[in-house]
Each structure stands twice: as C-alpha cells, then as structure tokens.
C-alpha cells in the first residue's frame, strides 16, 4: 500500500467554543453605515458580518492558552509567568533581557525613547516603519527613513521575498549619512506596511553584516515573525528540512534585539515585549522606562494570567500545521479574489490581502477618496468590514485644506488568525465576484468632518450623489 502524507492546509482546530456572526439585511447594514458616518471604525462590532478590519489582537486562543491563564502568578515580583515567558523569548529570540509590555507601541516608545536620550536627532532606518513604529520615532525628533525593495511597488508582480530591504540603498544611506548618524536598522518581520509580504533570510543576513561592520545595530520589529518563518521555509532554497522555530531562531541571531506585539503572531488579544541579546546602556535605560510608564521588571504592562497565555501562544504560533494552514487560507482568499476579477497585491501576504482600488476601479475620481468608498461598498453589501489605506489614512491637506491623493489607494482585508472559516472565505468572494461585476454600484465619498492627525479613525464622511 502506498501511505499518503495528507497536507492538513485547513483548520488544524476543532470548534469547542462559538461566537455569533451578525447576519443582517441590506436596509440594516445602509442603516448601520448611514449611523457610522460611512467610516466602518464607527460601527459596532456585533453589527459587522465578517471582520477584517485587523489581525491585531482579534485572534481565537486554545484550549492550551486558556488552561495556561488559570495558572497564571500574579505576584508583584518574581512571579514564575515572567520566567516562564522570559524562557520561552529566550529559546526563540536567543535574547536574555526580556521586557514585557502591554503592546507593540509600548515596546517602540520605551526604544526610541532610549535612543534619542542616549543620541538625538538620528536616523533610524527599516525595511518599512509601521505606522506606530514612524509616530513614536518622530515623537522623539528622529528620522524614520523606508528603505524597500522597489518589487514591493510592483503590485501586480509577483515576487518571493517583496518585504527586503534595499541593500543597495543602505549601504549608500549608510555611505551618505555616516554610521554615526544612523542609531538603528529595523527589519519588520514580515513587512506589514508594504503588504505583509516576508523578508527571506539571507537579506536578514547581509542587512546584518553591514549593520555590524558600520557599528549600527539591527533589531527586528517581530509581530509576525513566525509567518515570516514559514515563508522563508517554503520558498527560500536550504530551508524547506528546517522547523518553523529553527528558522526563527536563525532569523533573530542575526540581530540585536527584537520588540513584538504579540497580538498577531503569539496568538493572544493583548501583549507584547521587548528582548535585547545584551546588558547594555539600552538595556538599563529600558528597564528604567518599563518601571516609570509600564510596570514592574517581572510583569510590565500584563498580568500573570497573559504572560502565560503568551507563552503558550508563542510556541502554539510556530505549529507547522498552524503556519501552514494560516498561508494557506490567506492565499486561498487572495486567489478567490483575482479569480473574482478583483486585482490585489500580488502574492498575498501572510496576514492580509490587499485590493489594488487603482486598477479596480480606474475611472473612479481621485477626489472621491475611491479605496474608502469601495470599504463601504464592501460593507453595505455583505457587512464586511476592512480599512482603507489611501488618501483619507495617509490624511494630507494643502492648505486649502483639500485633501491630497495618496500614491495607493488599498483595501486591507486582515485575518484575524483561527476566526474564520473556508466558507466565510468563499462567502467573502462571492461578494466580491458581485461587486466587481456591478462596479457602477460604488457611490463615491467626501468628508464632512475629519481630525487634523489620524483622520482615517474618527473622520465623519458622506455619499457623493
Ligand atoms: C509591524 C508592527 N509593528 C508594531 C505594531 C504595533 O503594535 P501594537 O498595535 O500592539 O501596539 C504593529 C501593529 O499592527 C505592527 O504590525
């Protein structure tokens, strides 16, 4: 007989607890996004059909974690949850000095606090800052600077490893600004900004190398490392025999130190950290600020009950059978869409597909803000909820105050991790198979109020008759 290996690239899970999805008609979701002033982050949850507006914090924990956070050690100090959790980075990041935040930003201000103490006005340079990662850079008067590989502009093109860095671009940045000038190099694993897509491992390697002959260290920005693994472990040649945690450990022994927010990757709605591989200036002067604006050493910004938690999540995250049902289901909603007529960025990532609003709706006016108008096209109908990256996101005015187009103009479709199913995958792109044959449906947007900084978050918009 010949044995068959069977790929499990579905659901490595079985459902023991459920939560209702809201299933509602066409006059309730125009009712609901009318409410909304048409920015779906006004709508309430319970009235949203699928969820993708972030893969931030809205996955689903195991049983592992759950029965974890019964035994959880809420002691002030040295409760065994930080040691349990502090081994477990360790094992992963090789990192010794574990500071344990709140979230991802938390890791980011304590950092860039840091450096710009120790030296001000500094470059800092990533294969592509996250927003939070940008804004408390620039909170504390240095420069962020996006160095990508130009592959990841090329939407339509697919290409392995879209999430580099421009290694000819650092090495002249590096050239150019002096070393000294540069406090930090940041590769964000993977690369959410630039469509979630991985960075492979020998560009890790030879942004490493540079870094350590110019003296600059490279710390990894982590919240999605163990996706960023099973990329590398599909599609980089040596790495196909290696686990998940193998990968990841030879990824974060390229550098310094990493931060995360472990509500993507580590499978749990709310923590994160920050690791260093030495005691050094940086080290001390974290700790300080943990203490000052977080908490204590042993537990920071989270309880004994979430350290456990994350603990778990982080070795549940790295499962290969989790990994690669986790790419397989992006992929699969990716391929749905393209096949739907839908453009996207092409492959998709391993959080979130992205629609390419540009070359879906082409006649569409610039000055109608045509990516949000397509997320409340999305809404109205099929109560999907998704975000805009474009014009109303990256919010310039002139000082007329008329907005200003973005270069994009996408629709993010993020997936909460261990959510959904393959039929609400299939549901999603039959609603997008009939938006995309009925384009003349999608009524443009103005805004009629929006904040000065963040406007996509609270902005008051409208229909365009
Ligand atoms: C790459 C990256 N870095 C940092 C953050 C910030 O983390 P948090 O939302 O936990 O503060 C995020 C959040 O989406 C992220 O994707």
Redesign the pocket.
């Known amino acids: 007989m010949k044995e068959i290996n069977w790929k499990t690239k579905f659901e490595p899970f079985k459902i023991k607890m459920t939560e209702p999805v809201a299933v509602t008609t066409y006059a309730q979701r125009l009712e609901a996004l009318k409410k909304a002033f048409y920015n779906p982050f006004n709508i309430p949850a319970e009235k949203v059909t699928i969820d993708f507006l972030t893969d931030?914090g809205t996955g689903a924990m195991s049983q592992t974690q759950w029965g974890a956070m019964m035994s959880g050690d809420e002691s002030y100090a040295g409760a065994k949850s930080f040691y349990r959790l502090r081994d477990v980075i360790t094992l992963i990041t090789g990192c010794k000095y574990v500071i344990p935040v709140h979230?991802?930003?938390a890791a980011?201000r304590i950092l860039m606090g840091v450096i710009a103490s120790t030296k001000p006005a500094q470059t800092i340079v990533s294969n592509a800052h996250?927003d939070?990662?940008r804004a408390n850079v620039e909170a504390n008067k240095m420069e962020a600077l996006d160095i990508p590989v130009k592959e990841a502009y090329e939407f339509g093109k697919a290409a392995p490893f879209k999430g580099n860095i421009d290694i000819a671009k650092l090495k002249k940045v590096i050239k150019e600004r002096g070393a000294k000038n540069i406090s930090l190099v940041i590769m964000?694993v993977t690369n959410?900004t630039m469509g979630g897509q991985p960075a492979s491992m020998a560009n890790i390697r030879e942004t490493s190398a540079i870094c350590k002959a110019a003296g600059i260290p490279m710390f990894l920005?982590c919240?999605r490392f163990a996706e960023n693994a099973c990329f590398i472990k599909q599609r980089e040649k040596g790495y196909a025999n290696k686990t998940p945690l193998q990968i990841a450990q030879e990824m974060f022994s390229y550098a310094q130190g990493a931060w995360m927010?472990s509500?993507?990757d580590a499978l749990v709605n709310m923590g994160?950290f920050l690791a260093f591989r030495e005691d050094t200036t940086w080290t001390q002067k974290s700790r300080e600020a943990l203490i000052l604006g977080e908490g204590f050493l042993n537990y920071g910004g989270m309880s004994g009950r979430d350290m456990e938690a994350l603990a778990s999540g982080l070795i549940e995250g790295l499962d290969e059978n989790y990994l690669n049902y986790r790419l397989e289901s992006t992929r699969y909603l990716g391929e749905g869409l393209l096949k739907a007529g839908v453009p996207i960025i092409n492959p998709p990532g391993g959080h979130a597909v992205y629609i390419d609003v540009k070359k879906f709706l082409p006649d569409f006016k610039q000055e109608n803000f045509p990516a949000q108008s397509l997320v409340c096209h999305m809404y109205k109908m099929g109560g999907i909820r998704t975000v805009e990256i474009g014009t109303l996101m990256f919010g310039k005015r002139d000082a007329k105050g008329k907005w200003m187009a973005a270069d994009m103009e996408l629709v993010r479709l993020a997936i909460p991790r261990r959510v959904y199913t393959k039929s609400h995958f299939d549901y999603v792109i039959e609603v997008m198979a009939h938006i995309a044959k009925n384009k003349k449906d999608i009524k443009g947007i103005a805004v009629s109020w929006a904040p000065q900084a963040l406007a996509h978050f609270s902005a008051k918009l409208r229909e365009v008759k």
């Open positions: 931030s979230q991802g930003r980011e996250f939070t990662t964000t959410n920005d919240a927010s509500k993507k994160g």
